[in-house]
């Protein structure tokens, strides 16, 4: 069964900075992975989405990274700003068309 | 100029009611969906709808059920509420099945009494 887990469940940085939000997941056999922000009260905005036969994906200060083979993604935000403040989720579609989430990586950007 | 949009945006009622959420996407996409975000803000898939298929997650009780007037709306009917289904209900989309991007709506906070 696929399991997705983020890491840090939370992270505060001062504006600026650039960060790296980090996924992993227990089974390689994806489709895809998708990057998500969620903030307070709304609905899910889609970031990022990485083929499972590519490597990363850029928009923007955004990029994201996958590595299928160790079950990893990360996403890279540069020079964070207050209005990057918002929940992370990654998700990974396997089989079924099944869409597994990970919990979240709650970010502050204290500016 | 919505992309998916659902009604209501919160839904109060009694344990016991029935009630539904509507969710509409004016995306052209042939795939629809329906997730559950508990207390803990985890996501998790309910319904995947694509061309008169449904897929259903094993685990949701047969008291959801989706109903699809057309391609471009997914319903969700939820009978005989109980006070475990409070939560954020999530419609969504996409072109097609597995490869692509999903588009959500904007949730529908659903509080069970």
């Known amino acids: 069964k696929q399991e997705v887990t983020q890491i840090p469940a939370a992270l505060s940085v001062p504006e600026g900075e650039n960060l790296v939000l980090n996924c992993s997941f227990t089974?390689?056999?994806?489709?895809?992975l998708q990057w998500f922000r969620q903030d307070p009260g709304k609905g899910l905005t889609s970031l990022l989405l990485?083929?499972?036969?590519?490597r990363e994906q850029t928009s923007g200060r955004l990029n994201a990274s996958l590595d299928k083979s160790s079950g990893r993604s990360t996403l890279y935000i540069a020079a964070s700003q207050p209005g990057d403040s918002a929940t992370y989720l990654c998700?990974?579609?396997?089989?079924?068309?099944?869409?597994?989430f990970g919990t979240g990586t709650r970010l502050t950007v204290i500016p | 100029d919505t992309a998916v949009s659902q009604t209501p945006k919160y839904l109060v009622t009694q344990m016991g009611n029935d009630k539904s959420i509507k969710c509409e996407q004016n995306l052209g996409h042939d795939t629809m969906y329906w997730y559950k975000q508990d207390s803990k803000k985890f996501l998790k898939i309910m319904f995947s709808?694509?061309?008169?298929?449904?897929?259903i997650n094993e685990t949701v009780p047969n008291r959801f059920s989706p109903k699809s007037p057309d391609k471009a709306h997914l319903n969700l009917h939820i009978n005989s509420l109980e006070l475990g289904d409070s939560a954020v209900y999530f419609c969504?989309?996409?072109?097609?099945?597995?490869?692509?991007?999903?588009?959500f709506g904007p949730g529908t906070r659903l509080l069970v009494l």
């Open positions: 998700a990974v579609h396997a089989g079924a068309n099944n869409l597994f």
């Open positions: 709808y694509n061309n008169k298929e449904l897929i």
């Open positions: 990485i083929q499972s036969s590519q």
């Open positions: 089974d390689s056999a994806i489709y895809n």
């Open positions: 969504a989309s996409s072109l097609r099945l597995a490869e692509e991007t999903q588009y």
